[in-house]
């Protein structure tokens, strides 16, 4: 069985540039999940999906964060413009449900110049 | 908003076992309590999940205390693949009010 796919896994942007993720979820897991992780630390949730509803995006900055999953399945996080505090790890995760277990894709690693 | 609290590092040898505990003072009734493993440039990799009581699988050992305030992950005969960052993951709340805290996660190193 595939796991998580994230694409870019890095990427190198100049800072005001606009950035985009994907995340393609294991198949069949209806949760889909966007984290940050800076350098040392944990995982922290940006937004959290039931199917196609974002139902938990309280920590996604909406001046400059954006996402979406489209039908449901395939996810895309977006960032415009992107600040030089952007840069970190971006960690995609699926689940079959919200109280199932999280299997996390490889991450993209963004560097903001 | 449930918090966690873990040590920020652990020595060990070889061969030995080793015992990393997470403290996760408001997880809710229904809460279960995961760990991961993060090694570098990898995303968290799941080890174990659990509720109550005692986990056991083919990698670690989970012990829940019954007030389930806390929560204990055992390696046994850790090697020195097994150096990485461990981290518990508890929920607090359903639906749109749930809330997905990480700890701080605590850094393994395994020397030979």
């Known amino acids: 069985e595939a796991g998580v796919v994230q694409s870019p896994r890095y990427k190198i942007i100049e800072k005001k540039q606009p950035v985009a993720f994907w995340c393609n979820p294991i198949?069949?897991?209806?949760?889909l999940y966007w984290y940050l992780q800076n350098l040392g630390q944990g995982p922290e949730l940006l937004i959290r999906?039931?199917?196609?509803?974002?139902?938990?995006d309280s920590q996604l900055p909406k001046d400059r964060f954006s996402a979406e999953r489209l039908k449901g399945v395939d996810s895309t996080l977006k960032i415009q413009p992107a600040e030089l505090g952007d840069s970190a790890v971006y960690l995609c995760?699926?689940?079959?449900?919200?109280?199932?277990?999280?299997?996390f894709g490889p991450g993209t690693r963004l560097t903001v110049l | 908003l449930a918090k966690t609290t873990q040590p920020i590092s652990m020595d060990s040898y070889e061969g030995q076992e080793v015992n990393i505990t997470c403290s996760h003072n408001?997880?809710?009734?229904?809460?279960?309590i995961t760990w991961y493993q993060q090694f570098p440039s990898q995303g968290p990799r799941f080890i174990i999940q659990?509720?109550?009581t005692k986990v056991t699988n083919e990698v670690a050992s989970l012990f829940i205390p019954a007030d389930r305030k806390s929560s204990t992950l055992s390696l046994p005969r850790v090697s020195l693949s097994d150096t990485a960052v461990y981290y518990c993951?508890?929920?607090?709340?359903?639906?749109?009010?749930?809330?997905?805290?990480f700890g701080s996660g605590t850094q393994l190193t395994v020397l030979p």
């Open positions: 995760a699926s689940s079959l449900d919200e109280m199932d277990t999280q299997y």
């Open positions: 198949s069949g897991h209806n949760t």
């Open positions: 999906y039931e199917n196609e509803e974002a139902v938990d």
């Open positions: 408001n997880i809710a009734t229904n809460d279960y």
């Open positions: 659990g509720y109550k």
């Open positions: 993951l508890v929920g607090d709340g359903l639906g749109s009010a749930r809330q997905l805290t």
